[in-house]
């Protein structure tokens, strides 16, 4: 009987899907929870979250939320964030950086679940350890406490529903995550696609009734319109500039006149729109998590390109996505281009001052740019990535497996 010998890929993947050793999981969880001890002694905690629980503060005083130009999210943000201003400051520090911590954690659970990886993998529990320790953006988000955790953890969760045809309760997640914040407004195009309109109306009508009721609770809901989104569309101001990674903030400050640059953006993000609509169109053999996973991840970079301002932290949206999705043949991690893209974003570079503070947008704007640039040749490429069926001897071949990332044998093994 003949057997064919594993690729150093396969290898690899092998090794990585096996258990964690408990010493691989009590550095991860150290790594972790440094990161969120660390943050709740500083004294900048929460900044962003701080713009949210005031919104709340006012409402509960009876003033505009849209009093305040730095509240940029809809009425619904304000009935979500009542509890945090009624938590004491104290308690809340503590709270906001693990709870942070726990979202992304929540995000890349789901991404790992989507390609069958099991939760106690080496893969899942170091890899989350790295990304912790390696990974700036995520610093950022547990520091300044920015609802984008929220979205990084509902679009892997409605993605995973989806694939498990329960497109109502994917719309469901979307839509609570967009009540919270409107950041995962373009995975709509996700539901069009696989026409699923009862997932999109239950999408667009929960932030919606939810923006009502907390439109009808506060004063002056009309300021979101005349204050709050002319404001938003204008980029903001020179308070978020140096930290606006999108090519339509970023290329004018290298001198690329801005008519040119923001035709730039908005050409690059109709070709994203494009090649996710081609990835759409070209079904995986296999049972599709690929095509759930880079169409809706190629909607969104596409969304960053041209949305304003664009931060760092955006990118954690897709990066736990793109990421699980390295244990199939052929995905974006198992090419080397994709790891330097990462590189601007790593913790450990003993990057320039200048590249560090105020001028760090440079680096987000080149990682953002070079994971479009990146998934949209991988979606526009002609054929798709397959699975050869796995099979034992006196056995047929296996054309839908239990678990895409191991054998069968180890499928069986529950990952929670």
């Not at 479009?372 to 006196?394: E, F, I, K």
Request: proline share 8%.
């Amino acid at each position: 009987m003949r057997w064919d010998r594993p690729s150093a890929g396969e290898r690899r993947t092998a090794w990585l899907l096996k258990p964690a050793p408990r010493s691989l999981w009590a550095v991860s969880l150290a790594v972790v929870l440094t990161v969120s001890v660390s943050t709740s002694l500083r004294s900048n905690w929460g900044s962003d979250n701080a713009f949210v629980v005031k919104a709340a503060e006012a409402l509960l005083d009876g003033v505009s939320p849209y009093e305040d130009k730095r509240f940029l999210y809809l009425p619904s943000a304000v009935i979500m964030a009542v509890p945090e201003a009624l938590v004491p400051r104290e308690v809340l520090r503590w709270l906001l950086p693990a709870g942070i911590s726990g979202l992304v954690a929540v995000g890349w659970a789901a991404a790992l679940r989507l390609f069958a990886v099991p939760l106690r993998s080496r893969l899942a529990v170091g890899g989350f350890g790295l990304f912790a320790l390696l990974y700036k953006p995520y610093l950022n988000v547990v520091l300044i406490g920015n609802w984008t955790a929220i979205s990084a953890a509902a679009l892997p969760v409605a993605l995973l529903l989806a694939h498990r045809r329960s497109w109502g309760a994917a719309g469901l997640v979307v839509g609570l995550a967009i009540a919270c914040k409107p950041m995962l407004v373009p995975v709509g195009l996700l539901f069009v696609l696989a026409r699923q309109w009862r997932g999109l109306a239950v999408a667009v009508l929960v932030p919606v009734g939810m923006s009502l009721a907390g439109a009808l609770l506060m004063p002056s809901p009309t300021l979101f319109f005349t204050k709050t989104l002319p404001f938003l569309f204008q980029g903001q101001d020179s308070y978020a500039l140096p930290w606006d990674a999108s090519p339509i903030a970023v290329l004018p400050r290298l001198g690329v006149p801005t008519q040119v640059a923001v035709l730039l953006a908005f050409a690059g993000a109709a070709g994203g729109l494009w090649a996710a609509w081609t990835r759409w169109r070209r079904p995986d053999e296999d049972a599709g998590e690929l095509r759930l996973v880079e169409t809706s991840c190629m909607v969104m970079l596409a969304a960053f390109l041209v949305s304003r301002p664009s931060f760092d932290h955006y990118l954690l949206v897709v990066l736990p996505l793109l990421l699980a999705s390295g244990v199939r043949p052929g995905s974006m991690p198992r090419s080397p281009w994709f790891w330097l893209a990462l590189v601007p974003q790593s913790g450990l570079v003993p990057w320039p001052s200048e590249l560090a503070r105020k001028r760090r947008a440079f680096r987000d704007c080149a990682t953002l740019c070079g994971l479009a640039v990146l998934l949209a040749r991988r979606a526009l490429r002609s054929g798709g990535v397959t699975l050869d069926p796995v099979t034992t001897a006196g056995s047929p071949p296996r054309t839908e497996p239990e678990c895409a990332a191991t054998p069968a044998e180890s499928a069986s093994r529950t990952a929670f």
